[in-house]
């Protein structure tokens, strides 16, 4: 009986790094810090793909909310020019729109 060899992997660098106490705790500090913020980061844009992927256009209510104002402060808005549309009988404003005229209104 012939014995089966498998191939073998080529062997890794292996580096050893040693460090007091307080090195340690910094850089794993320091590598906790940066990996939850590029988790978070990762996490919000995947939040906002999705959100604007199901309603780009909303009723006023729920437009307040996701600005995170009051029914009041989006009558301001439209007031001073917030674009909305007439869709099934009722004004929807777009989130597009919304960032649009936020921006064109920035100093």
Do not use: C
């Amino acid at each position: 009986m012939q014995a089966i060899q498998e191939p073998q992997q080529a062997a890794m660098p292996l580096i050893k790094v040693y460090l007091t106490d307080v090195q340690f705790e910094e850089l794993k500090h320091i590598l906790s810090n940066n990996i939850s913020e590029d988790l978070v980061r990762a996490i919000v844009k995947e939040e906002i793909a999705n959100d604007n992927l199901k309603a780009p256009y909303l009723k006023q209510k729920d437009f307040a909310q996701w600005i995170g104002e009051s029914v009041a402060t989006v009558n301001e808005l439209r007031a001073k020019g917030l674009p909305v549309s007439y869709a099934l009988g009722s004004v929807r404003y777009g989130k597009q729109s919304y960032i649009d005229f936020m921006k064109s209104r920035e100093n």
